[in-house]
């Protein structure tokens, strides 16, 4: 078939051939940068942002929840009022990441996730983490007891297993330690 033709002309052939490839292939660069382009708008417009603002959200809660724990560890320190300021304040500033991140553009499912979970959070926030009423401790003595020390039938139940485990046969190791010269 390519016997009858002339060299000028397979060569004109195969530099068309060739040219053909070279845009076909400049055809799918350019659309595979366009969609690239479209996914980096994606990503810092929509990602970025939920990300960023959840992860403002996630700390700041987490530095609440901490002073909280300071609090009910030391329920009878002199400063409650001070960190119970200082716990508001750290889920206030949560609580902008989080509107951040709800006024954001979402798909059906994520808003439906996002609804059932600010249900949840406002209701912790509500009714856990700063309840309306808080009954004072008795006396400053049994309050930090009854959050530091362990309950008496603890205690007892431990003291127990560890008398009834001294009496057992003692565990044999393979290995035998050496003497240290």
Same mark, same amino acid.
């Given at each position: 078939?390519?016997?009858?033709l002339? #060299? *000028? ?8 051939f ?5 845009? #076909? !292939? ?5 659309? !595979? ?5 479209a996914?980096?708008?994606e990503?810092?417009?929509?990602d ?12 700041f809660c987490a530095r609440?929840r901490?002073?909280?724990?300071r609090?009910?560890a ?7 009022a001070?960190? +119970?300021?200082?716990?508001? +304040?750290?889920?206030?500033? !949560?609580?902008k990441?989080w509107?951040?991140y709800r006024a954001?553009?979402s798909?059906g499912q994520e $808003?439906q996730l996002?609804?059932a979970l +600010?249900?949840k959070?406002i209701?912790?926030?509500n ?5 309306r /009423?808080?009954?004072?401790?008795k006396?400053k003595?049994t ?7 362990p /309950?008496?039938?603890w205690?007892k139940? $431990?003291s127990?297993?560890? $008398?009834s485990?001294s009496r057992? *046969?003692? $565990? ?5 330690? *050496?003497?240290?010269?």
């Amino acid at each position: 078939m390519f016997s009858n033709l002339m #060299i *000028r002309t397979r060569l004109a052939l195969a530099m068309g051939f060739l040219g053909l490839l070279m845009a #076909i !292939g400049a055809a799918l660069g350019v659309t !595979g940068i366009a969609f690239s382009n479209a996914d980096q708008k994606e990503l810092y417009s929509n990602d970025l942002a939920s990300a960023s603002a959840h992860g403002k959200f996630d700390f700041f809660c987490a530095r609440g929840r901490l002073v909280l724990d300071r609090i009910a560890a030391q329920p009878d320190r002199a400063d409650i009022a001070s960190l +119970e300021q200082h716990a508001r +304040e750290q889920f206030a500033i !949560g609580d902008k990441g989080w509107q951040a991140y709800r006024a954001l553009p979402s798909d059906g499912q994520e $808003r439906q996730l996002t609804d059932a979970l +600010e249900a949840k959070r406002i209701q912790a926030i509500n009714g856990v983490a700063f309840p309306r /009423s808080r009954p004072p401790p008795k006396n400053k003595a049994t309050a930090s007891s009854r959050s530091t020390a362990p /309950s008496r039938r603890w205690t007892k139940s $431990r003291s127990a297993t560890r $008398r009834s485990s001294s009496r057992r *046969r003692p $565990r044999r190791h393979r290995w035998k330690s *050496r003497p240290r010269a």
